[in-house]
């Protein structure tokens, strides 16, 4: 005896949709659609509040470093010296962040807060340029971030706008 060789189903002898069925499909993907954009768009504003956090994190890291390199020590104390100016820290941190920081023309430029502290990297040192080993300086950069896409979708986003990065080093 001989098996039949299986064949195929005839593909025209499908049933047709019920009726008010017809739609359906093209419903279901109007409902689908907005919730999957969402999501979609989401993401991308997560992934780059996070990126752009990253890079104010690194630019403080910048900025901090450039502040406790030495410029230039007195004769009379070779533990006294004269410390990076302000300026020059802000710049650091600005030429990091000017080519790094994704906000689509929409961003301020971040804003740079700096704090020399003594040893215990709670009393500030106040008005002055020099700075012993041992004293702290604190670097601590604000970025405004301006949703794109979600902003008026999530209210609760607005505590998220700001980001904030701070970097403790000491002058060794």
């Given at each position: ?5 299986l064949?195929p189903?005839d ?9 008010g069925?017809?739609g359906a499909?093209?419903v279901?993907?109007a409902i ?14 997560l992934?780059?509040?996070l990126y752009n956090?990253a890079?104010i994190?690194n ?5 901090a470093?450039?502040?406790i390199?030495?410029p230039s020590?007195?004769?009379?104390d070779p533990t ?15 030429n ?7 906000s689509?023309g929409?961003?301020d430029?971040?804003?740079?807060d700096i704090?020399?502290?003594r040893?215990d990297?709670?009393?500030p ?19 405004r ?14 505590d ?7 970097t403790t080093?000491?002058?060794?």
């Amino acid at each position: 005896m001989r098996a039949k060789p299986l064949q195929p189903k005839d593909q025209s002898k499908k049933t047709p949709p019920k009726r008010g069925e017809k739609g359906a499909s093209a419903v279901e993907f109007a409902i689908v659609l907005p919730l999957l954009l969402v999501l979609v768009f989401g993401i991308v504003e997560l992934s780059l509040l996070l990126y752009n956090k990253a890079v104010i994190t690194n630019a403080s890291r910048e900025g901090a470093r450039q502040g406790i390199l030495i410029p230039s020590a007195t004769v009379a104390d070779p533990t006294i010296f004269t410390r990076t100016t302000d300026i020059e820290i802000t710049q650091a941190v600005s030429n990091y962040c000017d080519d790094r920081l994704i906000s689509f023309g929409a961003g301020d430029a971040p804003t740079v807060d700096i704090n020399p502290m003594r040893p215990d990297c709670s009393t500030p040192i106040a008005g002055t340029d020099v700075a012993k080993f041992g004293d702290c300086l604190i670097v601590d950069v604000t970025y405004r971030y301006d949703f794109l896409f979600l902003s008026g979708l999530i209210p609760a986003l607005d505590d998220w706008k700001n980001l904030n990065a701070e970097t403790t080093m000491i002058y060794e």
